[in-house]
Structures are given as structure tokens and as C-alpha cells.
């Protein structure tokens, strides 16, 4: 694929499926982009999930050693790894 010559067909097919009214060939087409589209929203989601939970855990996380100055630890001591 490095000729001009071999990429010219491939160039025009691509163009000319952008400049017609109907971007998808067959139904297949159609169902393979709902399905990329469904997973790029799932991705994006789940970025907002992790962004969102950084955030409550860096609030949490200043309140949390607010309350160790104070004395207080928070959750419970785990007895088994005492000697």
C-alpha cells in the first residue's frame, strides 16, 4: 500500500460513501455503530463514575484527618493482625 495508485480506489469508495445520503450500506453497518456508540457512552460513564468518586473520596479523605487530629479514628481496628 504505499503506491498512490493502490490507495486511489479506497480513497473514492470512502468519499463516496460520505458524500451520499445514506452513510450505511446494509443494516449491519447501522447495528456495528449503535454498538460502538453504546460502548464509547459506556466508557465516558464510567469516567464520570471514577471522577466523581475521586472527588467524594478527596472530601472524605480531609474530614478523615480532621477527625485524627481530633483523636478519632474512623472504621474498626482489625484485632487479627495483633500479635
Given at each position: 500500500?504505499?503506491?498512490?495508485?493502490?490507495?486511489?480506489?479506497?480513497?473514492?469508495?470512502?468519499?463516496?460513501?460520505?458524500?451520499?445520503?445514506?452513510?450505511?450500506?446494509?443494516?449491519?453497518?447501522?447495528?456495528?455503530?449503535?454498538?460502538?456508540?453504546?460502548?464509547?457512552?459506556?466508557?465516558?460513564?464510567?469516567?464520570?463514575?471514577?471522577?466523581?468518586h475521586?472527588?467524594?473520596?478527596?472530601?472524605?479523605?480531609?474530614?478523615?484527618?480532621?477527625?485524627?487530629?481530633?483523636?478519632?479514628?474512623?472504621g474498626?481496628?482489625?484485632?487479627?493482625?495483633?500479635?
Amino acid at each position: 500500500m504505499d503506491n498512490p495508485e493502490e490507495l486511489q480506489p479506497i480513497v473514492e469508495e470512502v468519499l463516496g460513501k460520505l458524500k451520499s445520503s445514506q452513510p450505511f450500506q446494509s443494516t449491519w453497518d447501522t447495528a456495528a455503530f449503535v454498538v460502538f456508540l453504546t460502548f464509547v457512552g459506556t466508557v465516558l460513564l464510567l469516567l464520570l463514575f471514577v471522577c466523581i468518586h475521586c472527588c467524594c473520596c478527596r472530601h472524605r479523605s480531609s474530614r478523615s484527618q480532621v477527625n485524627v487530629k481530633k483523636g478519632r479514628s474512623m472504621g474498626v481496628d482489625n484485632l487479627a493482625l495483633e500479635p
